[in-house]
Each structure stands twice: as structure tokens, then as C-alpha cells.
């Protein structure tokens, strides 16, 4: 998200200050020190130990604390965590603690006030036994916000992938966010697969970053069957039992090969394993690498990864990331919704995220 919303500021002649940026995982913050900075590096941790507070209460001491740090911000970022929204979690489902998360978002609008607010997270999350997304809506309105809430395809928006999500973007001080059009590509062709990765087939291996997970004997064998007869979905008898109990399971694109010719399916965490979606490379016996599904969530390939030692480090920060393009469409909605109002005289967009 703040790689998309500097070239999205960049793009309209401004700069960006992030004076703030929150995740709680110490070795995905490395990755982000790697290609960013942000003014307050010390308050990255659990967004919830700065936001501490209920909705619609007096701030607390931290709270006024990070509200004299930070200072005036005009864009407010958040993708808050999505698994228990997401119809692949069969678990908890709706359940999920960190569901609650969605929520700490207003708090910090509450507390920064800032001009725009943009929060990311899949479809589904308007289901949440929590109502995150209505409650949302009602109190950034009763702030003074006007509000939209588009589901928005990542392949219209230029990204090679059927990635499809939740935006909430709230912006004050405009007649009407509607009258700003989210930018899609609707008469362009959609990007392929091929158009995103097709130079990287034989890359060497010379980094995690560069290889692929080594398949199980059982699932070499899926992928081999795929190859030789020229198959993209696994026939119901070569398929683990679990997958086997229905013939109209609704897990069709696991352990299912990618198609040169299409978008990707959405990548997720998983995008090394062949049971946990079509991740299954069209033309070698292997899976994505995390350069290629890197390449599929539209990150350049000079974004540093370096510090990441384990592959655990980048199917999370690769998987869980909202893809740049996607980010940058909707921070130029915001920016230009405002009319330049949400940008400072000096030209400086301040951003937390």
C-alpha cells in the first residue's frame, strides 16, 4: 500500500511523507525499512497498543501521545488481517479475533483525523459477525466523511490476476466521492499470466527469492499427470481423500496449473503449495516462485527482499500484500475526489498506514 500511494501522489505532482507506518511482524517491518522510511519508526508493533481505546470515547494517554507525534495526516491506509473473512478459512470463519482489527481503523480516524481514509480487505468482510464494514460506513459519515465501499477487480485495474476486493475510501471537504471514477482498464486487455512472468521460466536459482518449494513425491506426480496429457484441473480419483467426498467440491483449483493465456488466481500465502490453490507453474514441475508470484501482485523487480532469509518471511509479505496497482487506483481516487484539498500547500501528502 505505500509503494502504490507514492507513485499514485508522484503521479499527481506530489510528494509523500509516511509518519507513520504499523505492522507487527519484525521481519516483514525489515522488508519495509528496506524500502521505505517512515518518521516515527519506533511505533511500529501492534496497531492496537497505540489505538488503544473504544470508539466514540475520550482519547487515552497513548492515544494523545500518538496524536501529538504523528500530527496532521492526510491519507490513513489499512489492510487489516483478512483470514477470518475469507471463504478459504473453514476454521474460524467469521470468528477470527483479529477480525476486531477492522474496527481499530476508525479508532485511528478518530484519533488522526485524517482527510481521507482508504481500509482494504476481502469481499467477504461485509459479512463479518462484527457488521466492521456498516459500522464503519455510519461512523465515518457521523464524522463528516462521505463514503464508498466498491468491491474492485485487481485484473481491471491492470494487475495479471482474479483478485477481487473490499475498498472502503472516505474522504472529507467533497461534494461527492461517487463523482470520481475509479481508473480500470475496461476496454484493454486483460494481462495474462505469460505478460507477468513469462521471462522468469528458467530463472536461476541463486536466492530464496528465485526458487521454488520442493513438491512431495505424491504431488510431483499430480503435477507430472497435469503436464503429460495437457490437463489444468486434477481429476477427483488423483486428488487427497479429504477432496474426494463430493464430486462438485468447491475446491476445484487446488493442485490445479496455471494457464499461460489467463490472469493468475488470487495469490495467496500459499502460493507454494499445490493444495492450497492453482499454483501449479503452466510449463515446469513446480510451483510459483516468490519472485514470480511477486511479479503477479505487480511489485517491480527492484523492490528489495533481501532480508528475507526464509520462505515463510515472503509467501506472508507477498501473499498478504494489497497489490501496488491496486493501491495506487485507489489513492488516486481519494487525492482526486479532494480536488488537491487533501494535499498541503508545500506538496507533501502525509501518509499512515
Known sequence: MTLGAIEAARSLGYGVEVVLAMELDEQIRRIYDANFSSKLATLRADVSDRFDGALGTPLTFRERKTRKEVGKIDLLLGGPPCQGNSNLNNHTRRRDPKNS???????????????????????????????????????????????????VSAAQLG???????????????????????LETRRN????????????LVDEASDSVLRRASKLSEDNEKRARYLHDNDEFDLPNPL???????????????????????????????????????????????????PHEAARIQFFPDWFDFSSARHRRVLADCIGNAVPPKMAFALVRLALQATHGAAVPSQASTHVAL
Open 188 to 199: 484493454a486487455k486483460v494481462r495474462t499470466l505469460r505478460w507477468a512472468i513469462g521471462d
Open 159 to 181: 494487475v495479471p490476476q482474479l483478485r477481487t476486493r473490499h475498498a472502503l475510501v472516505a474522504a472529507k471537504d467533497v461534494e461527492s466521492l461517487s463523482a470520481a471514477k
Open 101 to 151: 482489527l477492522y474496527l481499530r481503523m476508525l479508532r485511528a480516524v478518530e484519533v488522526l483525523e485524517p482527510r481521507a481514509v482508504i481500509i482494504e480487505n476481502v469481499p467477504d468482510v461485509r459479512h463479518a459477525t462484527n457488521r466492521a464494514v456498516s459500522r464503519s460506513i455510519n461512523k465515518l459519515r457521523a464524522l463528516g466523511y462521505d463514503v464508498e465501499d466498491p468491491v
Open 239 to 289: 486428488r487427497p481423500e479429504c477432496h474426494r467426498d463430493k464430486p462438485d467440491h468447491r475446491y476445484k483449483s487446488m493442485y490445479g496449473r496455471l494457464r499461460w493465456d489467463q490472469p493468475a488466481q488470487t495469490i495467496t500465502t500459499g502460493f507454494g503449495s499445490p493444495g492450497q490453490g492453482r499454483y501449479l507453474h503452466p510449463s515446469r514441475l513446480r510451483t510459483l516462485t
